[in-house]
């Protein structure tokens, strides 16, 4: 009789993420079980998202726009509408939020049933990098989770408009060669893999930390001569110094995912006809800054904290510098010794 041998039954030890969100408060109170739970919603979401990319050029009506623009006033493709409405059923009658907000709707999405009880609010960008989608690189969903403070009984939802270091949750899923899930609750940064065979998200990675310094500086270029002096003058260092690399594909996940686990730094400042910059607050920045935050790292518009913003409206947009403490803290003295110079 053949004898198992349970250490090699299975690759590595199968921690699913609801497990590991209990693990990580040391606690099933019923804070923890709703987070936990909060995870698996969002899970859930990204596995029905890559199941339907992974088939995006065999299915009618995947790709391609819908012909309507949204309320950023970009052309609306038709995954992101799909991905939008994946995350919406996901929360429905799951008695966990009463609000759902995206950069794809004007306004937060109420579920009625839910708000007697739904204590949270999940904030989201449902496809970053959209853009890719028709040449078959990998994109990704943004998503933070906070706390609902007040009844919102006029639905302005202006409880959200807090820095964010009041969120709770942050994270992202890539989808990319293999779908992976990186979240935080506040104990760290750690990534779970999606198995097809089990349908799970396993823990792939724990603990992340992004090195002090990175050879990466991910930047759109082709926006050079719209840029303050101060970007380009920390251009033309990187172009004189060796030791850098550039690397940039354009999706926000994928760039910031390699940024994480190599170091460096990832750009998008403003621009002369878009001073503001062009990522949105709420679902890019600041669940990314809460990320690189726990895992060693840094998160900037320049000349303050991402995570220090205080939005005026939901749909704000920032500059970003996030990255490596060293990366990020260089590109803010090129930032903030012009901003001397141009003082009165």
Same mark, same amino acid.
């Given at each position: 009789?053949?004898?198992l041998d349970h250490?090699?039954?299975?690759?590595?030890?199968?921690t699913?993420l609801?497990?590991?969100?209990?693990?990580?408060?040391q606690?099933?109170?019923?804070?923890?079980?709703?987070?936990?739970a909060?995870?698996?919603?969002i899970?859930?979401?990204?596995?029905?998202?890559?199941?339907?990319?992974?088939?995006?050029g065999l299915?009618?009506?995947?790709l391609?726009?819908t012909g309507d623009?949204?309320?950023?006033g970009e052309a609306?493709k038709?995954m992101d509408?799909?991905?939008?409405q994946?995350?919406?059923s996901?929360f429905?009658?799951?008695?966990?939020v009463?609000?759902l907000?995206?950069?794809e709707m004007?306004?937060?999405?109420?579920?009625p049933e839910?708000?007697p009880?739904?204590r949270?609010?999940l904030?989201?960008?449902p496809?970053?990098g959209?853009?890719?989608?028709?040449?078959?690189?990998?994109?990704g969903?943004?998503?933070a989770?906070?706390r609902?403070e007040?009844?919102d009984?006029?639905?302005? /939802? +202006?409880?959200l408009l $807090?820095?964010?270091h009041?969120?709770?949750?942050?994270?992202?899923?890539l989808?990319? @060669?293999?779908?992976?899930?990186?979240?935080?609750i506040?104990?760290?940064?750690?990534?779970?893999?999606?198995?097809?065979?089990?349908g799970e998200?396993?823990l792939?990675?724990?603990?992340i930390?992004?090195p002090?310094?990175?050879?990466v500086?991910?930047v759109?270029?082709?926006?050079?001569w719209?840029?303050?002096e101060?970007?380009?003058?920390?251009?033309?260092?990187?172009h004189?110094?060796?030791?850098?690399?550039a690397?940039y594909?354009g999706?926000?996940v994928g760039?910031?995912?390699?940024i994480?686990l190599?170091?460096?730094?990832?750009l998008?400042p403003?621009t002369?006809r878009?001073?503001?910059g062009?990522?949105?607050?709420?679902y890019e920045?600041?669940?990314?800054?809460?990320?690189?935050e726990?895992?060693g790292?840094? /998160? +900037?518009?320049?000349? $303050?904290?991402i995570?220090?913003?205080m939005?005026?409206?939901?749909?704000q947009?920032? @500059?970003l510098?996030i990255g490596?403490?060293?990366n990020?803290a260089?590109v803010e003295?090129f930032?903030?010794r012009?901003?001397?110079k141009s003082?009165?």
């Amino acid at each position: 009789m053949l004898e198992l041998d349970h250490k090699h039954a299975i690759d590595r030890d199968c921690t699913t993420l609801s497990r590991h969100v209990l693990q990580q408060l040391q606690s099933f109170s019923a804070d923890a079980q709703d987070l936990s739970a909060l995870m698996n919603r969002i899970a859930l979401a990204g596995k029905l998202i890559a199941r339907r990319l992974t088939r995006s050029g065999l299915v009618e009506e995947a790709l391609g726009f819908t012909g309507d623009t949204n309320v950023q006033g970009e052309a609306v493709k038709k995954m992101d509408l799909y991905a939008n409405q994946v995350f919406i059923s996901a929360f429905e009658q799951s008695g966990l939020v009463c609000r759902l907000a995206s950069e794809e709707m004007e306004k937060p999405y109420y579920i009625p049933e839910n708000c007697p009880i739904g204590r949270y609010t999940l904030l989201y960008d449902p496809i970053d990098g959209s853009s890719n989608l028709d040449i078959n690189i990998n994109v990704g969903s943004i998503f933070a989770v906070r706390r609902q403070e007040g009844e919102d009984l006029d639905e302005s /939802a +202006s409880d959200l408009l $807090q820095p964010g270091h009041n969120q709770i949750a942050a994270g992202y899923i890539l989808y990319g @060669p293999s779908t992976m899930l990186v979240y935080s609750i506040g104990h760290g940064v750690h990534a779970f893999t999606l198995d097809p065979n089990l349908g799970e998200f396993i823990l792939s990675q724990e603990n992340i930390r992004v090195p002090d310094h990175g050879p990466v500086y991910s930047v759109n270029e082709g926006n050079f001569w719209q840029w303050d002096e101060s970007i380009r003058e920390f251009t033309r260092y990187v172009h004189q110094h060796q030791g850098y690399t550039a690397r940039y594909s354009g999706a926000l996940v994928g760039d910031f995912h390699r940024i994480l686990l190599q170091g460096g730094v990832f750009l998008y400042p403003g621009t002369a006809r878009k001073p503001e910059g062009k990522l949105r607050l709420l679902y890019e920045s600041a669940p990314l800054a809460y990320l690189i935050e726990q895992a060693g790292g840094r /998160a +900037s518009t320049g000349i $303050q904290d991402i995570l220090e913003v205080m939005p005026d409206e939901i749909h704000q947009r920032t @500059p970003l510098i996030i990255g490596s403490r060293e990366n990020v803290a260089l590109v803010e003295s090129f930032v903030q010794r012009d901003t001397a110079k141009s003082a009165p």
